[in-house]
């Protein structure tokens, strides 16, 4: 989804960020830290998983194709049901529900839609582990979004190797009253033990208050970078 749209083939993505029991999508966050591309809404949507295969039951079934995440929030019912079957990883539901179709005594954990789309049976429904899992997803594109009443601003930053260096950053928040909702660390892939903050909050970068704020965490940090300004979802749906 991040090449098609930094190629400049299709003009919006929706692409998974944050899962409310498997946290991160390391993925995504990684992809973020370098893309031209701007986060311009946010969905919350509640997952759930079936077992999709081309068999008649879970006899026979031996081998077993989804997204890690996937196999994550279904383990459980996994481990009490198949226990002795093989986990295989795939890039996406999608692409396990085409394997399950071509390949003998196979399953994949994907939706009702992936069985409707692929012509697989439903094996087994709402196989996760929890049942208000909830996947939140960004959507991705070109243009900030104008300010409206109720919106939320994701950014990355690096602080220095010194004393204080966080808690100073993060005063640029709590002097203007800022609703900090999320800050996550997270390790730079080439340096040891290096990390940056990824944090959403509440305002657009357009708001004097935001734009005040940022100029202000530009003075303690080694770097900003905007993700995007957009209108908050509701939750969850």
Not at 21 to 39: A, I, Y
Not at 106 to 112: E, L, N, V
Not at 139 to 165: M, Y
Request: hydrophobic share 40%; with cysteine.
């Amino acid at each position: 989804m991040f090449d098609e749209l930094e190629r400049g083939r299709v003009n919006l993505g929706v692409v998974p960020v944050e899962n409310t029991f498997e946290g991160s999508v390391n993925f995504t966050l990684d992809r973020l830290m370098h893309t031209p591309l701007k986060v311009i809404g946010e969905i919350y949507q509640r997952i759930s998983h079936c077992l999709l295969s081309a068999e008649a039951g879970l006899e026979g079934i031996r081998r077993i194709y989804s997204h890690p995440q996937a196999f994550a929030q279904c383990q459980d019912w996994l481990r009490r049901k198949l226990p002795d079957a093989e986990y295989l990883d795939m890039s996406s539901t999608a692409a396990a529900a085409k394997m399950a179709l071509t390949e003998q005594g196979t399953a994949a954990i994907g939706s009702i839609l992936a069985a409707s789309v692929y012509g697989l049976n439903v094996l087994a429904e709402e196989i996760q582990d929890h049942s208000f899992n909830t996947t939140r997803f960004i959507v991705l594109g070109n243009k900030t979004p104008v300010p409206t009443e109720n919106d939320k601003t994701s950014i990355i930053f690096g602080t220095p190797h010194s004393p204080g260096a966080l808690y100073r950053a993060l005063g640029a928040f709590a002097e203007r009253e800022i609703n900090l909702m999320k800050i996550e660390s997270y390790p730079l892939k080439d340096r040891l033990w290096e990390y940056l903050f990824f944090a959403d909050f509440g305002g657009h970068e357009k708001d004097p208050s935001i734009d005040s704020c940022l100029n202000h965490l530009k003075t303690m940090t080694t770097f900003v970078k905007v993700l995007g300004s957009y209108p908050r979802a509701g939750g969850s749906l």
